[in-house]
């Protein structure tokens, strides 16, 4: 099998740099729309077979793009949905921004996984929900040669893919970045999932 874990397109929340990662009402920009098909042109010669997405509106948003280019239904499912920023959600003051740092700092630099803002989820909750749905979708398709894409978020991407692909680190994150619509392509293999190309870039 082969799985596009792709991101959504630029969003209003993006814009005015609201923390948006519940059920707030920040769909798609132009611009976002505009992106969205953009990736819908481009997979639509790769074979695709399912389309899974985050419950966020502009994550819907996105995979009704593609859905609709590659002639198919899409799936929601909380497993790709954007980690909880608790009391932070909703806000777009320096105050809460620095509530997200901590939170991510925490995370990846001090390893601190139960760490959480209140209201939110700790990392723990968020790897437990992404991973279970990764690991059932790869035991479902692993015998077929199509294509799966998964619509979903930067953050999330940013904290999980170094836990389910073992030729990604979190300094390839930073290196290559993942924008609007940008996208992976990766292979399951018996070592776990591998990246093959990074936004049209073989790895």
Not at 63 to 77: E, G, H, P, S, V
Not at 91 to 106: F, M, P
Not at 168 to 192: C, D, L
Request: glycine share 8%.
């Amino acid at each position: 099998m082969k799985i596009y874990f792709a991101r959504h397109g630029e969003s209003q929340a993006n814009l005015l740099h609201i923390i948006s990662n519940q059920s707030l009402p920040h769909g798609l920009t132009n611009a976002g729309r505009e992106q969205a098909a953009r990736l819908a042109e481009h997979l639509q010669d790769h074979s695709i077979i399912s389309i899974y997405t985050s419950p966020l509106q502009r994550a819907v948003e996105t995979a009704n793009i593609l859905a609709k280019r590659l002639q198919m239904d899409y799936q929601i499912t909380d497993g790709l949905r954007e980690y909880d920023c608790g009391i932070a959600e909703g806000r777009s003051d320096e105050a809460a921004w620095h509530l997200w740092q901590a939170e991510y700092d925490a995370w990846t630099i001090n390893r601190d996984y139960d760490y959480r803002i209140e209201g939110g989820e700790s990392f723990e909750t968020v790897h437990q929900r992404f991973i279970s749905f990764i690991n059932g979708l790869v035991k479902t398709n692993v015998a077929n040669d199509f294509g799966v894409v998964c619509i979903s978020h930067g953050g999330i991407y940013s904290l999980m893919f170094p836990s389910i692909m073992h030729n990604v680190s979190p300094a390839m994150m930073m290196q290559y970045g993942f924008g609007y619509t940008s996208y992976i392509f990766a292979e399951p293999t018996p070592g776990g999932l591998r990246c093959v190309e990074w936004n049209g870039v073989v790895v």
